[in-house]
């Protein structure tokens, strides 16, 4: 069934859609009255809705029943992600939506290659954002994760909330020791391709969070992510 996105809160029995999601509808699903699709508004809540009118690029829908998204995981997980080099933020962005991450936050760390201005930061956020809300919508998701701007990583530190954990590559606990007593909200982080420095990894410690492993192996930077947000999802029971 066709998945889409709106702005606000969907209160009465009736909405149209308009612009994108509206020509997206009735030129490119060459959807017609009658037909099904889902609508989920920001709270997380999914609305089961029948065409009832299209004309040009506005499309009304009639709503037949309302429920909370099961999709959504009961942990809210924050990626704070150290900028890898090329377009491989763009896989990370992807994947980790149809994983679970609850938000994304792009970091420049001390090892970062990857340096855009502020100007090309501000180009790829939109992007960036863009690639979430399809991720979302392919994979079924309640909310579209959002992708903040990027931040430094001692800002990083500062704004990370609930457990922090630290992934690095020169050892720490694993992800089930960490996760014993399922944090409601956990902020991950995650290096570039030359990792992070002893100085941010300490910084993260000192101010509470702890230092993960995912092995003995040395993963690339745009699969590491993807594996902890995977034992994250499955050690809070949220790959059931």
Partial sequence: MPHFFVDEEIESKEYSLFGEDGRHISKSLRMNKGESLTLCSPSGTVHNCVVEEISGDMVKVNVLSSKISEAEPDVKVTLYQALPKGDKMELIIQKAVEIGVSEIVPVISSRCVSRPDKKSLSKKTVRWQKIAKQAAMQSGRGIVPKVRECISFNDAVKSAKGDKVIFYELGGE???????????????????????????????????????TLGKRILRAETAPLVALTLIMYETDNME
Avoid at 181 to 195: A, C, L, V
């Fill in 174 to 212: 694993s992800v089930k020791t960490i996760l014993k007593d399922k944090p409601s909200e956990i902020s991950m982080f995650i290096g570039s391709e030359g990792g992070f420095s002893s100085e941010e990894v300490n910084l993260v410690t000192e101010n509470g969070g702890r230092k993960a």
